[in-house]
């Protein structure tokens, strides 16, 4: 069903990624990986929270079948919010546009609104839907978990069409009467290590949109209160990002909701408001004293001045498990939900906790006890629980399995897609990709066919041979490894019937990361046999037999060096600028050991990583945090470092640009000379979909609150 005139009345579509880059000039394609992401098959879930025989809460274990999913089951839905009847969305457009369809239904009212995030079509937006249905009942009668929901009405209300096609986030949606407030990334904080996030409100009717936070700040998490005069959120105020990959040591501020005046700071060190009336706020933070993440509330005075000295904070849930993305509902303040993890499971649940009587009742785990349930919400009258989960659980169909992902390219010309697998190259031709299983190494056609093992053990990174056609090399061994670890370069012809491999190293001392020249006669690469991790240059066909060199020298890591077309220049990411803050910047060093220097000279901490030349050797792209987190890492699940994103520049450090906008770690990027089909490719799977796991320290019983704390803020190693 199509509503053409509807979404015109929201907002004018601009022009979309393949007609952008119809007739540019093909600067080639940026593969890069995505650690997990592929398995995020997400769609949004609602169960009812009272029971229809007492009208207690919640509802039996039995009440499985009246789980209900809301969303379209092929995109990667989240963080839903249940809209208040009084502000639907549905009512206002149906008002001004009377050539809506007649929906095949007797019910004059929906019987679920939801807004919430959805990453589709290569970007992330704000979509409306809404279910009607004859019968409440016949919903609830129905056993089968993939529900098909009678009509559905569904509409983009944030894309990139409000940016003058700019990609970015999208995050946490809430309505202000007829404004849609939620979180963006698409204007540049102008300070490394700051964050991106902002944010912003969209006018329903005229698609007016207004920046709520200050420029030079950053805000995540927004929650609009009751009476839609006030909004909160997570910020980091002016300063800048400070490095944590596990809980953001944001404050709590509240702003007036129609221009984001009045901001004043009300909590120290908290995330994730939600309020349950105008002057209470719940929120989550990990404890400083016994490193629990954790529910508190916040109370506001009713008279006087607002402030971080005049505001109540309690903390509500208890030690010994931790709690995190609170949702409340303004009819009900008898209880508040959750997402937890138990240190008796290695899954996250969502459950309901009873402020009366300070206990938990579980909501999700009797349903799907083996299934990631994340970031609860609330029906306004809290008679409903929403969450999002993997679809391919319990008894459902497998869901799809991309092997390569079309991501909207800001760069008109350049192509940039997705991985399901890391450490991606070209071949010469760029008619073939290799790529690193975990283990094992793998290659295949440009376009995903003839897929197949040339390798079976452990090997990371790749790199093709530019004269001998054929020929990868790879590092073999485990990789984040000490540096005596014994792992070693090797070439393997993947055009042999049954492929062998030609080990170039010797000694083991952790060699890693090959590159060759472009005339096919050396390879560089990084090996710790000195102690410490620097740079060599060997014979390309015998290894070290052949010849060997150093390159880099010095008490710190040099790694992840990649070779120019030219031969002029190597560029590797290296910590020698501050080995202690584990810094890690991009540098260039001629092949003879002359010229280094730095790509970016104004480089203020923070971490660049695996750079590649793009074909023409004028640019490098890369992975870095540059750009700050774009939202709550807790909100997601495991990312090793969910700030990482890919940037290209000149190699003289000129022109940097954000290439992607999400809320996970992108990395091991590579730039190759084929202009390849804008398009997905599938990857048949047998398993459920749903393969990733959860951040490593839920899974302990902290040691203490400070030193916890500390352990958070520790970025990840540098391989």
């Known amino acids: ?37 592929p398995e995020y098959n997400f769609d949004i879930y609602t169960l009812p929270i009272l029971n229809d025989d007492d009208n207690s809460y919640p509802p039996p274990p039995s009440s499985k079948a009246r789980e209900l999913k809301l969303t379209d089951g092929v995109s990667v839905n989240y963080n839903g919010y249940f809209p208040n009847s009084q502000s639907s969305p549905l009512s206002l457009l149906s008002s001004q546009n009377h050539s809506l369809p007649k929906l095949a ?24 839907d809404a279910v009607f249905s004859d019968s409440v009942s016949q919903l609830r009668s129905r056993s089968d978990l993939e529900l098909e929901l009678p009509a559905r009405i569904q509409v983009s209300l ?49 698609g007016f949109t207004r920046r709520l936070t200050p420029k030079g700040v950053s805000d995540f ?14 910020s980091y105020g002016e300063k800048p990002w400070g490095g944590e990959v596990n809980e953001l040591r944001t404050d709590i501020y509240v702003f007036l909701t129609r221009d984001g005046s009045r901001r004043v700071k009300i909590v120290d060190h908290g995330s994730w408001p939600t309020w349950v009336d105008d002057y209470t706020i719940y929120f989550h933070r990990r404890s400083d004293e016994d490193g629990w993440m ?79 349930h994340l970031n609860p919400f609330l029906s306004p009258d809290s008679t409903r629980i929403g969450y999002h989960r993997c679809r391919g659980a319990g008894n459902q169909k497998p869901a799809g399995h991309l092997l390569r ?59 093709w041979d530019p004269v001998r056609e054929g020929v990868i090399y790879t590092s073999t061994g485990p990789i984040f490894a000490p540096l005596s670890t014994n792992v070693d370069i090797v070439s393997i012809n993947v055009d042999d019937e049954n492929p062998s491999y ?48 150093r390159l880099t020298e010095g008490p710190w890591i040099d790694t992840h060096c990649n070779w120019s077309p030219d031969g002029e220049w190597i560029v590797f990411a290296s910590d020698r600028g501050d080995p202690s803050r584990s810094s890690v910047q991009l540098y260039l060093i ?30 490098l792209v890369f992975t870095t945090d540059y750009a700050g987190a774009s939202a709550e890492p807790i909100s997601t699940l495991h990312q090793f470092q969910s700030a990482g994103e890919i940037f290209i520049a000149k190699i003289d450090g000129s022109e940097i640009q954000r290439m992607t906008h999400n809320i996970y770690e992108d990395g091991t990027p590579t730039w190759g000379p084929a202009f390849m089909k804008a398009a997905d490719v599938a990857r048949p799977t047998n398993g459920p979909g749903c393969s990733f796991s959860d951040y490593h320290w839920l899974n302990v019983k902290p040691e203490n609150g400070s030193k916890a704390a500390r352990m958070a803020s520790t970025k990840a190693p540098c391989g």
């Not at 607002?306 to 498990?321: F, I, K, M, S, Y």
């Open 158 to 206: 944030v894309g990139n069409q409000q940016f003058d096609g700019q990609v970015s986030v999208k995050d946490r949606p809430s309505l202000a009467g007829e404004f849609l407030i939620y979180v963006s990334t698409h204007e540049n904080s102008g300070v490394q290590m700051k964050s991106w996030a902002a944010v912003y409100s969209s006018h329903l009717r005229t």
């Open 105 to 128: 239904t007797s019910t004059s009212l929906p019987f679920v609104e939801l807004i919430y995030v959805t990453e589709r079509n290569g970007s992330s937006s704000i979509y409306y």
């Open 1 to 37: 069903m199509k509503f053409k005139s509807f979404i015109f009345l929201l907002f004018i579509h601009l022009c979309n990624f393949c007609s952008v880059h119809g007739g540019a000039t093909s600067l080639g394609t940026i593969l890069f990986n995505t650690g997990g992401r």
């Open 405 to 463: 992902e079309n991501i909207q390219s800001p760069v008109p010309g350049l192509l940039l897609f997705r991985m399901d697998e890391p450490f991606p190259s070209f071949s010469p031709k760029g008619d073939r990709i290799a790529y690193a299983g975990l283990p094992g190494l793998y290659v295949m056609n440009g376009d995903g066919s003839n897929r197949r093992e040339v390798f079976k053990g452990m090997a990371f990174s790749t790199a």
């Open 294 to 372: 954790s529910v508190y509330r916040a109370t506001l005075p009713r008279v006087g001045p607002v402030g971080t000295n005049t505001v109540v904070v309690e903390r509500v849930t208890p030690p010994g498990l931790h709690a995190f993305t609170p949702a409340t509902s303004p009819a009900n303040k008898d209880f508040i939900a959750v997402a937890t993890r138990r240190l008796d499971t290695d899954y996250r649940h969502i459950e309901l906790f009873d402020l009366v009587r300070n206990e938990f009742k579980e909501v999700t785990r009797p349903i799907a006890p083996q299934v990631h």
């Open 590 to 619: 001629h092949p003879n050991g002359t010229g280094l220097r730095k790509v970016f000279r104004n480089w203020l901490g923070g971490q660049a990583a695996h750079p590649w030349f793009s074909p023409d050797g004028k640019s």
């Open 221 to 234: 998490s927004p929650a609009v209160s009751p009476s839609c005069v006030w909004t909160a959120v997570a």
């Open 502 to 549: 030609k080990k170039l190293t010797e000694g083991g001392e952790n060699n890693a990361f090959p590159s060759p020249s472009p005339d096919g006669k050396w390879i560089v690469f990084r090996s710790g046999r000195s102690g410490y991790k620097n740079l060599y240059i060997m014979d390309a066909v015998e290894g070290e037999k052949g010849g060997i060199r």
